[in-house]
Nanobody, 124 residues
Framework: QVELVESGGGSVQTGGSLRLSCAAS???????MAWFRQSPGKEREAVAA????????HYADSVKGRFAISLNNAKTTVYLQMSNLRPEDSAIYYC??????????????????WGQGTQVTVSS
């Protein structure tokens, strides 16, 4: 019902910026989207989340003030603008979507659809 394709990953130096994009193709209405990340040897963690209505944004403490999640005007793409990147931000970043009417924005259990992931590498 929902297909998600991430893009925009790459390699940058500490302090650099990247903008990730996730294009959604859905036969049903998506109610919320989020970004998660996972690095080798670590569990997947939430990064940011946004309801499709765009009324609010949610961020993990580790990225608050540095990352920004947003939607395009058509609400078909979710972005993650990443600034002041640090080596510890290096991970595969995954886009996720939910069709639920209620969910915890930064909890993975509420998201039933996932993209293939895009690699972000931040060098020192």
């Amino acid at each position: 019902q929902v297909e998600l394709v991430e893009s925009g990953g790459g390699s940058v130096q500490t302090g650099g910026s990247l903008r990730l994009s996730c294009a959604a193709s859905s036969g049903v209405r998506i109610t919320g989207m989020a970004w998660f990340r996972q690095s080798p040897g670590k569990e997947r963690e939430a990064v940011a989340a946004i309801p499709i209505g765009g009324a609010s944004q949610h961020y993990a403490d580790s990225v608050k003030g540095r990352f920004a999640i947003s939607l395009n005007n058509a609400k078909t793409t979710v972005y993650l603008q990443m600034s002041n990147l640090r080596p510890e931000d290096s991970a595969i970043y995954y886009c996720a979507a939910t069709t639920r009417n209620g969910w915890s924005p930064l909890s993975a259990v509420g998201y039933g659809y996932w993209g293939q992931g895009t690699q972000v590498t931040v060098s020192s």
